[in-house]
């Protein structure tokens, strides 16, 4: 099977396509190594906690589009975070300036013991039906989930048969939890139907459109790209059907995350001729310079990158060293998702803090686009050193509870939800930015530090809660060594 | 629950109740699920961890082996690990679809672990069989049938005569429901009951789940959902029970509650003094009349605009509840009334004749539909004169913006609204529904 197979409906899942694990000890540098010989073998923990599903990351890709209606094929709980990103769509519609964000369509078939019995094809059939009548949706997302897949409705199927019968694009998604313990898989399975149904044949090219995969953050690239007399065509949030389906169109991809668009930006450069700007996105001063630089070459505009490096250089960089010499030596703590945590590890010790350790949802030991070049965490041991304990761990909270214990760090920057709070329970100061855009490029150094600063100096709030906060994990387990359960000996 | 599909849901299935299990002070729910069934369930409810909910909670996290070969030894093995690990008093394993369709035998496995002495209870929570409303009743019978039990023996049935178990609104389901317990705990207690709440900082965590059975009765406050709870002690413990069929907001329904509590507790030999309970109710009502007395001037006469109908989207027991006060507490008036809590057709007449008694000159429309996408659009499509009013949930925000509507979020999921121990229960919480929707109002002149 190909990696990227835009003929079949589904795409393999992050562990089998790339060989991706989700637990590892030992340092990032060992890892790295390790990701350039062969496959890795992630060991079983013998104690989990709650992780994630595929399906909130498929969603979040599909939900965003401005003109679609997405339906979650199975219980009605398995559609019930879906609100969240209704709430994003409203609240970050200005910063791309989408004035009058329209409601998020968001369905459940609301399958039931019935279905499981005699199959839900029927039932999902009539919703896709009544959701267009409702919406007049331009395209129709399905998601499949853990009861749908068991049971083996066909999805497929029913969602090709209502496209001939609507005559808009119906998209079925595979997502459901149990298919991959990288809940990351669910954004190539979003990514994947979307390049499957929507995506067409360029007829045109626009030498003055980027593609950037990204969420939903602010927009720096349109500012950026502008000195390059290019604009950003953003994918997927805040897109439009029809916006989407242009996407072969663009002079190149560009990714805000790698963990997110590994795939369609490998499917736009090998399916639709879109060329992929390999190189890990700008963070920390160094990677920078050579995102610019790659951005100049791939334009054919390498002077006005020079340009703006130096340009840029001579404004912020005595701003950062300001700002690195009152953050230089403290320890920080980083737990992410595997491409943003690797950005988050070159910022903090660009700005001058030194990495005690990382807990890092996942591990792709390379990307679809096939090429060490992507490698971010090879980038930043490279740019910055090692990292030790190095820890891949898909929000395993009692590992990051053991050791942020252990280690005591000065500060805690956190990517995803319900990890921060264990800081602030140690009276760690701990800080989580969801604007992915946030720390971007030069100036996101100093929007960055400025935040650091003002995180690790105004602590009380930890100190206060740290006092009086509950804790359920055991004195015992706070004194064991945290990868304890990772061995399968316990 | 086979249903019709649902748009803007608000509620979640079966596995959804595990919220209960996080709102028993140092209870340990254990998730034998797919991977994703707890962050669904905290995405929805949003900031709702409490003791050992969310990131904290066990998980067997589902993969493909699960699913063909069972995930029976994975379970054993987190379980085991989860006392090594994890500090508490209760544990309740809840399953997911994978493990409902599987099929593991989860009892035999909690067997091997009850055989020494752990405190622990499995229940079936897939979520195509049922919705967190059910289940919600299924985890409480589930505890009572498998740990409660045990206690037997050192709480004898019925034996202490003005103890009560509550059973009213569900945890994070109701997002007001530890403001909600306090004010029935402490409007009880001042009638002279002894009160298990059984849920939240109120509650005495696992020592009171041991006592359930010396309650003489119990209380039910609900039009339908936990009712299977106090059903389920008739039968086993012989309890009789007292059920309020809506949440009693304000005045009048909460002198209505009280008094005929107060009625049903004298019948069943109840030793209270009743004479004092009485003087208590007629205190809180003067009080609370006070207050009334200094708002009405503002309700009659504030010359820019107050609303003067409603809609609501919500549980059955909060669209009657807040029915009845608005109107003859505020005097804002019901106009179409939509119940989104899928409540089974068997309780729908009852609830209905219990809205129907709002007043005799009026007729209120009411429809059961948990497509509240539907409901939206029934809305949409209705026009009275004047200022409306539209309670629902955070998916309301943007309806209420095109119908000019005043907004006040009052059910989840609530993304824009915070809401930590207020109640709307009882008589303060009457008055602070009055302080939310016209604090709303006040706050669009600008």
């Known amino acids: 099977m190909k990696k990227i197979d835009l003929t079949m409906p589904e795409v393999e899942v992050r562990e089998t396509r790339l060989g991706s694990i989700t637990s590892f000890q030992g340092s990032a540098g060992e890892l790295v190594k390790c990701s350039g010989h062969g496959r890795i073998q992630g060991k079983k923990r013998t104690f989990s906690q709650c992780i994630d599903c595929s399906i909130s990351k498929a969603a979040c890709m599909v939900t965003l589009i401005q003109d679609a209606a997405v339906i979650c094929h199975g219980p009605v709980g398995c559609a019930s975070c879906l609100h969240e990103f209704a709430f994003t769509y409203r609240v970050n519609a200005p910063l791309r300036n989408v004035a009058h964000p329209t409601q998020r369509r968001i369905f459940s078939t609301n399958i039931g013991e019935e279905e499981t019995v005699y199959g839900g094809g029927d039932k999902l059939a009539e919703t896709i039906r009544d959701v267009y009548k409702r919406t007049q949706a331009k395209a129709i997302f399905v998601l499949s989930t853990c009861a749908a897949a068991i049971i083996g409705d066909d999805i497929e199927s029913v969602t090709n048969e209502l496209e001939s019968e609507l005559g808009i694009p119906i998209i079925a998604i595979f997502c459901e939890g149990f298919r991959s313990k990288v809940w990351t898989s669910g954004f190539d399975a979003g990514y994947h139907g979307i390049a499957r149904k929507l995506i067409k044949p360029a007829k045109t090219h626009k030498q003055d459109v980027i593609n950037v995969i990204n969420f939903w953050g602010s927009d720096v690239f349109t500012q950026w790209f502008a000195a390059f007399g290019v604009k950003p065509n953003y994918i997927t949030p805040y897109s439009t059907v029809e916006s989407l389906s242009h996407s072969s169109e663009a002079a190149a991809t560009i990714q805000a995350c790698p963990t997110l668009g590994s795939y369609l930006g490998a499917a736009l450069e090998q399916e639709f001729g879109v060329p992929e700007i390999k190189t890990p996105p700008p963070y920390g001063v160094l990677q920078t310079d050579r995102w610019f630089r790659e951005l100049g070459r791939i334009l054919g505009k390498s002077e006005i990158a020079e340009q703006i490096i130096a340009e840029k250089k001579a404004t912020y960089l005595p701003q950062l060293e300001k700002i690195r010499a009152r953050l230089e030596g403290k320890l920080a703590y980083v737990t992410a998702g595997a491409a943003h945590g690797h950005a988050l590890l070159s910022v903090l010790r660009e700005l001058g803090l030194k990495a005690v350790g990382a807990a890092i949802f996942h591990h792709d030991p390379i990307y679809d686009s096939n090429t060490q070049k992507a490698d971010a965490l090879a980038q930043t041991v490279r740019d910055y050193g090692d990292i030790p304990n190095y820890n891949v761990c898909d929000k395993q909270e009692f590992e990051l509870v053991n050791m942020l214990h252990h280690l005591q760090p000065d500060v805690l920057l956190a990517r995803h939800g319900g990890m921060t709070l264990w800081g602030a329970k140690f009276g760690i100061p701990s800080l989580l930015i969801g604007d992915e855009h946030f720390s971007m490029g030069y100036e996101g150094l100093i929007r960055y530090g400025k935040r650091l600063i003002e995180v690790i100096e105004n602590d009380e709030f930890v100190k206060n809660l740290a006092k009086h906060t509950a804790n359920p994990y055991t004195n015992w387990w706070l004194e064991q060594e945290p990868y304890t359960f990772l061995k399968g000996k316990k | ?446």
């Not at chain 2, 007729?363 to 209705?382: C, H, M, S, T, W």
Request: proline share 5%.
């Open chain 2, 1 to 446: 629950m086979a249903g019709k599909m649902i748009e803007q849901e608000r509620y979640t299935c079966a596995i959804g109740a595990l919220q209960s299990v996080v709102a028993i002070p140092k209870a340990l729910p254990i998730l034998h699920s797919g991977p994703g069934c707890g962050m669904m369930v905290r995405g929805f409810f949003e900031r709702s961890t409490g003791y050992a909910g969310g990131s904290t909670s066990p998980c067997t996290n589902f993969s493909e082996s699960e699913v063909v070969f069972g995930g029976i030894d994975k379970l054993r093995k987190i379980i085991t690990n989860s006392y090594k690990i994890l500090n508490s008093d209760l544990q309740v394993i809840l399953t997911g679809c994978t493990a409902g369709i599987v099929g593991d035998d989860i009892d035999s496995l909690a067997n091997e672990f009850r055989e020494i002495g752990r405190p622990i209870v499995t229940v079936e929570t897939a979520g195509f069989k049922n919705n967190n409303f059910v289940a919600h009743g299924d985890v409480v019978n589930a505890i009572i049938d498998q740990y409660t039990n045990k206690f037997i023996d050192e709480n004898p049935v019925r034996s202490e005569k003005r103890t009560v178990n509550l059973f009213a609104s569900i945890p994070y389901q109701d997002q007001f429901w530890k403001g909600n317990l306090r004010t029935y705990k402490h409007l009880l207690e001042q009638l002279g009951f002894k009160v298990h709440i059984l849920f939240g900082p109120e509650s005495a965590g696992v020592t009171e789940w041991q006592q359930i059975p010396r309650a003489n009765f119990n209380v039910l406050v609900s039009p339908w959902y936990g009712q299977s709870i106090v059903e389920h002690l008739k039968n086993i413990y012989g309890q009789p029970f007292f059920k309020f069929p809506h949440i009693p907001i304000g005045a009048n329904e909460t002198e209505k509650f009280l008094y005929t509590l107060l009625s049903f507790a004298e019948e069943n030999d109840t030793p209270l003094d009743y004479k004092k309970a009485k003087l208590f109710i007629k205190h809180e009502s003067a009080a609370y009349y006070e207050e009334l007395d200094n708002l009405a001037t503002f309700l009659l006469e504030f010359r820019y605009g107050l609303p003067n109908y409603v809609h609501i989207i919500h549980d059955a027991g909060y669209v009657v509840g807040l029915a009845k006060f608005l109107l003859h507490e505020t005097g804002i008036v019901p106009k179409e009334q939509f119940i989104v809590d899928n409540t089974p057709e068997k309780f729908q007449q009852d609830i209905r004749t219990d809205l129907k008694g709002i007043s005799t000159k009026k007729n209120v429309p009411l429809l059961f539909e948990p497509d509240a996408g539907k409901v939206q659009n029934i809305i949409r499509d209705i026009t009275y004169d004047g200022r409306g009013l539209l309670i629902g949930s955070g998916w309301d925000k943007e309806l209420s913006k095109e119908k000019h509507f005043d907004f006040l979020s009052a059910s989840v999921p609530s993304p824009y609204r915070l809401v930590l121990c207020t109640g709307y229960a009882g008589f303060h919480g009457g008055l602070r529904v009055m302080e939310d929707i016209f604090n709303t109002v006040l706050a669009s002149y600008r």
